[in-house]
């Protein structure tokens, strides 16, 4: 390996500086009061998790996860999310009673990128989870809270797209019969590769009817009409159920008058094994990449509790993408003073900070080009040599 | 704009049975689109702007939004292996990966060497197969390198098998069936939902047709 050089960080890894800074904190404050609103709490948990509990619940590829070994030589990982530590927490401590519990996260999650390696290895999620509450009613809540949430943030353009893992679980394997079957379809799904899957579809021995059922399901993507199509296709009980889930998750948000950014995609799958029924991702046209996603998920179960809970993430670098250009960081002033009037100055700066205002204190000796530092503030105030005298 | 699909053009070999294809969907372009030395395209009354790109590059066009859509062979989607969608086999500039030396070779035992313009799909072929070889990457006249000793195999795209006759090679294993796809941004497949079903539509008619 080349020698670093001496300003540069580990692959993946940014400095924030003080205009993004502004930015993220912004956007990040409105979306947190919001969420903060509707009843939610914010917690923290470590950066640091044991590989086998929190690092292996958390469905991060391996090669993707930050590993490190603590003095017992037990291996550990850079939190790769923040729902399986959320999970942990959960089940250990607060859900001693049996009761929904709302939770919201704001925190830098760790992800090693193979390609590219400038993409962000760290970034920040925000997001909330509702815990120990089966109903679609919380599953609604969760999205009509992300669309809210998101619209205070400034965002305009954007979409949601909903699907249920366990409609193509019960539609691959109620036709295909084996999940070793089903799961040669599945992958085609997670890579998103419909040509090798329709090929696929095609070369097994199945009825005519059968297949075009397979292929079809490639279709269902659209707004309230799909859950008819839906229906057609699948016959079994628990492929029924999750269809009639999506459709009263649709009432759920349309009685929260959330409806307008709404869409089925039954072919949403998730490389997140945890997910066990409604799973989604949120679209802003102008960003190639989804900016927040979430679900319904059983992951407590990894910690011993048999609740399941649901949520959502955002990404805020994704977010501030997708937000585009947005009002910088409020202007600052500049209070110039020499020794003499040092006291003045003080004053002043604090009855300007009283009233919200950003001022600097300078010191006159402290700056060489006067013209040109003073020029980056909106105003500047000179407080120099003599006090005058009062006429 | 917010309504236009952009689409990324492979220059090149698939470009002219691409833009055919499109014709053929019912899609008007102009007719000096074929010898334009322009990168980007617009075609105002279709809502279509093109961008023309190394083939190798289309997937990551695509696979950052820039471009909605775009036209790639199968060999790129498996050496690049991006979160794109594969919508689409449209049927066009049909060839194959291969494995390919001189005649009568045997892979060197010692330090078995595949020089290639693609070393992802390379290495994993060869790593199915449960050998190790050194994978040399090589950005053109891949054929040369068993000429002159600096590989025993090459892996690379084969249409008529001339390039390789006329260089005294011969074709060793096939690897894989090429052709050209369809491919789409995850992004795009969802928000532009109706341009883009309609084009795959017309598209898959005309793929139909000419496969009949």
């Known amino acids: 390996m080349s020698r670093l050089f001496m300003f540069e960080k580990p692959l993946g890894m940014r400095d924030t500086l003080p205009e993004l800074y502004e930015k993220k904190h912004f956007v990040r404050s409105l979306m947190e009061e919001v969420i903060k609103q509707w009843g939610y709490t914010f917690i923290e948990t470590p950066t640091l998790e044991y590989y086998e509990t929190v690092g292996a619940a958390s469905a991060i590829l391996d090669q993707q996860l930050f590993k490190l070994l603590d003095r017992e030589g037990h291996t550990l990982v850079l939190r790769p999310d923040m729902t399986a530590p959320i999970a942990r927490v959960a089940a250990s401590k607060l859900l001693k009673d049996d009761f929904p519990l709302r939770i919201a996260y704001l925190a830098n999650v760790f992800r090693a990128q193979q390609r590219e390696g400038g993409r962000p290895a760290e970034f920040e999620q925000i997001g909330i989870e509702c815990i120990n509450d089966d109903t679609i009613s919380s599953d609604g809540e969760v999205i009509a809270l992300m669309v809210s949430s998101l619209k205070q943030a400034g965002l305009e353009h954007f979409q949601i797209s909903i699907g249920h893992i366990a409609f193509v679980q019960e539609l691959l394997l109620q036709i295909l019969g084996t999940e070793e079957r089903a799961n040669v379809l599945r992958k085609f799904l997670y890579e998103k590769n419909y040509v090798g899957y329709k090929e696929h579809v095609n070369s097994l021995a199945l009825s005519s009817i059968d297949k075009q059922r397979l292929l079809d399901f490639l279709d269902l993507r659209g707004g309230e009409e799909v859950i008819e199509k839906a229906l057609d296709i699948v016959e079994n009980e628990r492929g029924k159920e999750a269809i009639l889930q999506l459709k009263e998750l649709w009432d759920v948000v349309n009685d929260y008058g959330e409806q307008d950014q709404i869409k089925f995609d039954f072919t949403i799958v998730s490389h997140m094994s945890y997910y066990t029924g409604v799973l989604f991702e949120v679209y802003a046209g102008n960003v190639g990449f989804p900016i927040g996603n979430g679900g319904r998920y059983g992951l407590l179960e990894k910690f011993g509790k048999t609740a399941s809970a649901t949520g959502f993430a955002v990404r805020v670098d994704r977010l501030l993408e997708a937000l585009g250009e947005m009002k910088g960081a409020a202007p600052v002033q500049c209070i110039i003073f020499s020794q003499e009037r040092r006291k003045e100055a003080f004053k002043l700066a604090k009855t300007m900070h009283e009233k919200e205002i950003r001022v600097v204190l300078q010191d006159i000796n402290g700056v060489k080009n006067l013209d040109a530092y003073t020029h980056k503030f909106k105003n500047t105030t000179y407080l120099l040599g003599k006090e005058p005298a009062n006429d | ?212």
């Open chain 2, 1 to 212: 704009m917010t309504n236009w699909l952009t689409i990324a053009m492979p220059k090149g070999r698939i470009f002219e049975e691409a833009a055919e294809l499109l014709r053929k969907a019912g899609y008007k372009l102009p007719p000096e689109f074929d010898e334009n030395r322009k990168l980007i395209i617009d075609v105002e009354s279709e809502g279509l702007r093109f961008i023309l790109a190394k083939p190798m590059d289309v997937p990551t066009y695509v696979e950052h939004g820039v471009a909605d859509l775009g036209i790639a062979g199968k060999d790129v989607t498996l050496e690049e292996e991006r979160d794109v969608y594969e919508l689409l086999d449209l049927q066009i500039s049909h060839c194959y990966l291969a494995v390919a030396g001189m005649p009568g070779t045997n892979m060197n035992d010692v330090a078995p060497k595949v020089a290639t313009k693609y070393p992802n799909v390379a290495a994993a072929y060869f790593r199915e197969q449960g050998e190790q070889v050194e994978i040399i990457k090589l950005n053109g006249s891949i054929e040369l390198a068993p000429m002159i000793g600096l590989s025993d195999r090459i892996v690379d795209i084969v249409s008529t098998g001339r390039t390789l006759v006329e260089n005294g090679l011969v074709e060793y294993e096939r690897i894989i069936d090429v052709t050209s796809r369809l491919i789409v941004n995850p992004v795009s497949y969802r928000i532009k939902d109706e341009p883009i079903s309609e084009l795959v539509a017309r598209l898959s008619k005309v793929v139909a047709w000419e496969g009949r």
